[in-house]
């Protein structure tokens, strides 16, 4: 068999291996990557730097890829030399690789401008998982961070670090922002919409020194202007790495100059990806790299025939919670310009039309036509006769005209590079119906999510039980999606209610997006926000259940159903005291106390000396228990013991429904754990922890989440769905609800059998929102408004 050698274990060249092994060669095949990290997707590594993906999320290809095609993986090994005449590669670890077939895919490296003090320890490039990593480590909240490039790049890396906490300057030498992707229009409205959302841009500016005593301290700018830093991120651009390509004598301009074939100038080396130059041209986005890859791969394999022609090129990203998309020359000379703008509603259009064709197009704020504009683009189509309806097309007669005009080897997904014919293979062999299929299947959507629509199109089109996933806007005071308004809530850093009304909503909302808000604020940064009373309701805001007669019901703390007889007698004071006009056993194990009088409520919490139950609010209710092994001859395991500290750990949480719970000490399940939120059972050797029980207008059985030996196992499982269930539901959607609606197989693969980083960071959060949770009828003793616990007075009786 002949020896394949493939130099670079990034995203172009392990796409190109893929391809390659679709055929069947026979070759024995060995890669090398300088990184120490299997082949990964560096689109979405500003998701990593932001938090809102790991680095597991991002893999493409696993170890166990490598191992099922007997790919000799040689990771953390760099190439140093090529021997094109011995036909050999030496590593830095001393090793010679003998080859048959040469593959260079060494891609490219961040260049660093000429600019002193770029040695000192605390400035960094943004291009791989290590630098990423490394970024984490040393951004937070107050770190001050100068950000040299406002490309897509430098973009990227000052959305991660500001949603680190960061405060954030971009510093550009253009005075257009991502000026090769956007015209001055275009680029003015970006800059805008990031200086609102806290980050400092400077335009036309040059950095002339990083200053500090061995470590960074300071940007110097050419004007004289000190920018203090705590942190440098340089992002001025890429060069290919070609250095091997010289070594190996190949014909080197600014890339490694391939053919229409991707071969380069010694017969028996090929190369693919940003280290490339194709007729001039060195492309750095990942559908050109993905082209090149499909023709290198016939050429290769001896089914020569394909040839790389050249590629349009676009991006379709998201910047700053901004879908942005851009293609071909949108210059305005010897063109027409076509526009729209609508600055109110965010939306940008640019297309330019030359000899009645169009050569280019930009898309802000709206990019839910680019894939119409690209194919307009690769086919050079005559657009006369559409002139009047370039950016508003009329209303079609045929709903997929748009899709159906794609060619399949029109790229969907620019993220993962996952063409139309890709998608339609996967759903007519894997019978995929839903989005969140797709997504699972083939990663489409799974990046920045600007191709979801495209995807949702397609599979219209082609799923024969096509299940749109209808995702409900909350109100429409903020148009949004709650999973949308979570996204720009966490990479915005919006922290009170008002702030989002006032940038994404009516400035106002009312009493149904204002709760749901100040939920997702209280949930996203663990209790550390601007809490807003006026955004909660009544319940919420006297920590008390409101009558129908304006009077309200205390419920106070019994964790478990286990009380005293102390407790016992200050309820029954209490209750005299306050002249309470009923005292009721719940079906809940607890004490309700009802008609007690506003101004009354901090006095009777005073009394009671009890925690609040928070039988008035969308949080944790109860943990109904049975009496277990302390007295049950049929109990397993002391569920008393576990059902107090379960309810120990989550009360004072807020939730986006009200949550009951409850632990068993064995299968008889005397306090109903199987028709609860999360129940424990316990059996022999162990627990089952299940989840999304109802027995209220509907009865559903929980699904088991997971059997486990210990009880600390057993309220871990509990502690990462009821995370998982706060992170993810829509707000007033019961845990009942929520599985359903994603499946116990999604639930359990993302808590129980997650990573163990992505378990930490559930866990982590959780603990964060307990440490800040406090008992709420404190403010008994401290009111947090002078006439919080002041009874209205009806206006009739003013008159």
């Known amino acids: 068999m002949k020896r394949l050698v493939v130099v670079g274990n990034g995203m172009a060249g392990m796409a190109c291996l893929e391809q390659i092994l679709a055929y069947a060669p026979r070759f024995t095949v060995t890669v090398f990557g300088d990184e120490t990290h299997v082949n990964y997707?560096?689109?979405l590594l500003s998701s990593v730097l932001a938090g809102e993906k790991t680095a597991d999320d991002i893999v493409l290809h696993p170890l166990e890829w490598y191992r099922r095609h007997a790919i000799d993986l040689r990771l953390g090994v760099r190439i140093v030399d090529v021997d094109a005449a011995a036909k050999a590669v030496t590593g830095d670890d001393g090793s010679v690789t003998p080859y048959d077939t040469l593959l260079l895919a060494t891609g490219s490296y961040a260049w660093l401008p000429p600019i002193a003090g770029l040695d000192q320890d605390g400035v960094f490039v943004f291009r791989t998982l290590d630098d990423t990593r490394a970024l984490l480590e040393r951004s937070g909240p107050g770190v001050s961070a100068v950000v040299i490039g406002g490309g897509l790049l430098g973009l990227e890396a000052a959305r991660g670090l500001q949603v680190q906490g960061c405060n954030v300057t971009v510093v550009h030498l253009m005075p257009t922002l991502m000026e090769r992707q956007l015209d001055p229009d275009a680029g003015q409205y970006l800059a805008g919409k990031m200086e609102d959302l806290g980050i400092r841009v400077l335009l036309g500016r040059t950095t002339t020194a990083v200053v500090g005593n061995g470590h960074v301290e300071g940007v110097v700018l050419e004007d004289g202007t000190l920018l203090e830093?705590?942190?440098?991120?340089?992002?001025?651009?890429?060069?290919?790495?070609?250095?091997?390509?010289?070594?190996?004598?190949?014909?080197?301009?600014?890339?490694?100059?391939?053919?229409?074939?991707?071969?380069?100038?010694?017969?028996?080396?090929?190369?693919?990806?940003?280290?490339?130059?194709?007729?001039?041209?060195?492309?750095?986005?990942?559908?050109?790299?993905?082209?090149?890859?499909?023709?290198?791969?016939?050429?290769?394999?001896?089914?020569?025939?394909?040839?790389?022609?050249?590629?349009?090129?676009?991006?379709?990203?998201?910047?700053?919670?901004?879908?942005?998309?851009?293609a071909g020359d949108w210059s305005e000379q010897h063109a027409e310009p076509v526009r729209f703008e609508d600055r109110a509603l965010g939306i940008y259009k640019k297309l330019t039309v030359r000899d009645g064709r169009l050569v280019g197009v930009i898309l802000v704020g709206d990019t839910s036509d680019s894939h119409r504009y690209m194919e307009w683009l690769r086919s050079r189509t005559d657009l006369t006769a559409e002139r009047r309806h370039l950016l508003f097309p009329p209303p079609a007669a045929d709903v997929g005209l748009d899709v159906a005009e794609m060619a399949d080897s029109a790229v969907a997904c620019g993220c993962i590079g996952v063409t139309k014919g890709e998608i339609v293979r996967a759903?007519?062999?894997?019978?995929?119906?839903?989005?969140?299929?797709?997504?699972?299947?083939?990663?489409?959507?799974?990046?920045?999510?600007?191709?979801?629509?495209?995807?949702?199109?397609?599979?219209?089109?082609?799923?024969?039980?096509?299940?749109?996933?209808?995702?409900?806007?909350?109100?429409?005071?903020?148009?949004?999606?709650?999973d949308r308004l979570r996204e720009i809530l966490r990479s915005q850093k919006l922290r009170s209610v008002q702030e989002v009304l006032e940038i994404y909503g009516d400035g106002v909302g009312c009493e149904v997006c204002k709760p749901a808000l100040s939920y997702m604020l209280d949930m996203l940064w663990c209790g550390d926000h601007e809490?807003?009373?006026?955004?909660?309701?009544?319940?919420?805001?006297?920590?008390?259940?409101?009558?129908?007669?304006?009077?309200?019901?205390?419920?106070?703390?019994?964790?478990?159903?286990?009380?005293?007889?102390?407790?016992?007698?200050?309820?029954?004071?209490?209750?005299?005291?306050?002249?309470?006009?009923?005292?009721?056993?719940?079906?809940?194990?607890?004490?309700?106390?009802?008609?007690?009088?506003?101004?009354?409520?901090?006095?009777?919490?005073?009394?009671?000396g009890m925690p609040s139950g928070q039988a008035y609010t969308k949080?944790?209710?109860?943990?109904?228990?049975?009496?277990?092994?302390?007295?049950?001859?049929?109990?397993?395991?002391?569920?008393?013991?576990?059902?107090?500290?379960?309810?120990r750990r989550f009360e004072q949480l807020y939730t986006p429904h009200k949550v009951k719970m409850a632990?068993?000490?064995?299968?008889?399940?005397?306090?109903?754990?199987?028709?609860?939120?999360?129940?424990?059972?316990?059996?022999?050797?162990?627990?089952?922890?299940?989840?999304?029980?109802?027995?209220?207008?509907?009865?559903?059985?929980?699904?088991?989440?997971?059997?486990?030996?210990?009880?600390?196992?057993?309220?871990?499982?509990?502690?990462?769905?009821?995370?998982?269930?706060?992170e993810n539901a829509n707000y007033l959607e019961r845990t009942y609800d929520f599985v359903e609606r994603l499946g116990i197989e999604k639930v359990r693969k993302e808590t129980v059998y997650a990573p163990e980083d992505v378990r930490r960071g559930l866990l982590d959060r959780l603990r964060k929102s307990k440490a800040r949770a406090r008992d709420a009828w404190y403010e008994g003793q401290q009111p947090r408004h002078p006439t919080q616990f002041i009874p209205l007075v009806p206006l009739e009786t003013l008159a």
């Open 41 to 43: 997707n560096r689109v």
């Open 229 to 326: 830093a705590d942190l440098v991120v340089v992002a001025a651009g890429i060069r290919p790495n070609v250095e091997l390509a010289y070594k190996a004598g190949l014909h080197v301009n600014r890339g490694i100059v391939v053919n229409d074939h991707m071969e380069t100038s010694s017969p028996d080396i090929l190369a693919v990806g940003e280290c490339v130059e194709h007729n001039g041209t060195c492309y750095g986005l990942i559908a050109p790299l993905l082209e090149q890859g499909k023709v290198l791969a016939a050429t290769i394999t001896g089914n020569r025939g394909p040839t790389y022609t050249g590629t349009v090129q676009a991006a379709k990203l998201k910047i700053m919670g901004v879908d942005v998309f851009s």
């Open 427 to 482: 759903i007519h062999e894997r019978g995929i119906n839903t989005l969140s299929q797709l997504k699972e299947c083939t990663r489409a959507s799974t990046g920045c999510g600007s191709c979801t629509s495209l995807c949702q199109d397609l599979l219209r089109a082609v799923a024969p039980e096509f299940e749109e996933e209808k995702k409900k806007v909350i109100c429409g005071c903020v148009p949004f999606a709650e």
């Open 531 to 608: 809490e807003d009373r006026s955004a909660r309701f009544i319940n919420d805001r006297v920590h008390a259940n409101i009558q129908n007669d304006g009077t309200f019901s205390v419920v106070p703390r019994i964790r478990g159903g286990v009380t005293s007889p102390a407790e016992l007698r200050r309820i029954a004071d209490v209750a005299e005291r306050y002249d309470v006009r009923m005292v009721k056993i719940t079906g809940s194990q607890r004490i309700d106390l009802l008609g007690i009088r506003k101004e009354d409520l901090p006095k009777v919490w005073a009394d009671l």
């Open 619 to 647: 949080g944790v209710r109860m943990v109904k228990t049975c009496v277990g092994t302390d007295f049950c001859r049929f109990g397993t395991q002391d569920s008393i013991a576990a059902g107090i500290e379960m309810e």
């Open 663 to 726: 632990a068993v000490g064995c299968p008889r399940n005397c306090a109903e754990a199987t028709v609860k939120d999360i129940g424990l059972v316990g059996v022999e050797g162990g627990w089952q922890v299940v989840v999304g029980g109802a027995a209220g207008k509907g009865v559903r059985k929980a699904d088991l989440l997971t059997t486990v030996e210990t009880t600390q196992a057993a309220l871990e499982a509990a502690e990462l769905f009821f995370q998982y269930y706060r």
